[in-house]
């Protein structure tokens, strides 16, 4: 990633994290971030888990469509997994740079 396009990555990152919170009743927002690049969102509306995924998010990433588990850190797991079984075999897959960081946590 180029250092100009930081501003610019953040800003779609906020914006669309803002409109996950805004769109309906929220009571937590996390990023997706993989590999040094936000992803997505993870939403929790109180009962169910949402994600959200950015255009230009991973295929291996979007292509995840549920279950999903209790905890965010649970949550974090599943992609994991979901990421391995999704990559060539000999292609490279750091899961170990997924995260989900809180940006609005109620």
């Known amino acids: ?8 990555r ?3 990152s906020i914006a669309g994290a803002w409109r996950a ?11 997706v971030s993989w ?3 936000v992803h997505g969102a993870l939403r929790h509306d109180g009962s169910r888990w949402w994600l959200d995924w ?3 998010a991973d295929p291996r990433l979007a292509s995840y ?5 209790a905890t965010p850190d649970e949550i974090v797991a599943v ?15 750091d899961v170990a ?8 946590a109620f």
Do not use: C, Y
Not at 22 to 30: E, F, K, L, S, Y
Not at 65 to 69: H, M, N, Q, T
């Open 10 to 12: 953040i800003a779609r």
């Open 54 to 56: 950015l255009p230009a």
């Open 79 to 93: 992609l994991a997994r979901h990421i391995a079984a999704a990559t060539p075999a000999g292609a490279a897959s």
């Open 1 to 8: 990633m180029l250092t100009f396009e930081l501003p610019t």
């Open 97 to 104: 740079t997924l995260h989900i960081d809180p940006v609005i």
């Open 21 to 31: 919170f805004a769109t309906d009743m929220v009571r937590g927002v996390w990023l």
């Open 35 to 37: 590999d040094g690049r």
């Open 65 to 69: 469509d549920g279950p999903l588990a």
